[in-house]
Nanobody, 113 residues
Framework: QVQLVESGGGLVQAGGSLRLSCVAS????????ISWYRQAPGKQRELVAT???????SYADSVKGRFAISRDNNKSTVYLQMNSLKPEDTAVYYC???????WGQGTQVTVSS
């Protein structure tokens, strides 16, 4: 049974930082790419960042230079370090696996101005 569990969300002031974690079970973690998505109220879910099995990374233009995705295969965990947060980063953040496709329950990030 695949399970992805996000944590680390919260309320932060603009300019602050948060680190999200996504712990995976039930998948061959080291062979899986993992992505972070986010969904703001009234908006479509959007891709934020992806880390491949070889640790290659890609980012949405809106977060480049501010967010960093990383992984620890020994802990089956992917992290999303978010710096210089802006109010427009407010959303529920989800992690996603690809083999098989599965989603976590999400963690709320709120950035106040």
């Amino acid at each position: 049974q695949v399970q992805l569990v996000e944590s680390g969300g919260g309320l932060v002031q603009a300019g602050g930082s948060l680190r999200l974690s996504c712990v995976a079970s039930g998948i061959i973690f080291r062979m899986n790419a993992i992505s972070w998505y986010r969904q703001a109220p009234g908006k479509q879910r959007e891709l934020v960042a992806t880390i491949g099995s070889s640790a290659s990374t890609s980012y949405a233009d809106s977060v480049k230079g501010r967010f960093a995705i990383s992984r620890d295969n020994n802990k089956s965990t992917v992290y999303l370090q978010m710096n210089s947060l802006k109010p427009e980063d407010t959303a529920v953040y989800y992690c996603r696996s690809y083999v098989p496709t599965s989603w976590g329950q999400g963690t709320q990030v709120t950035v106040s101005s």
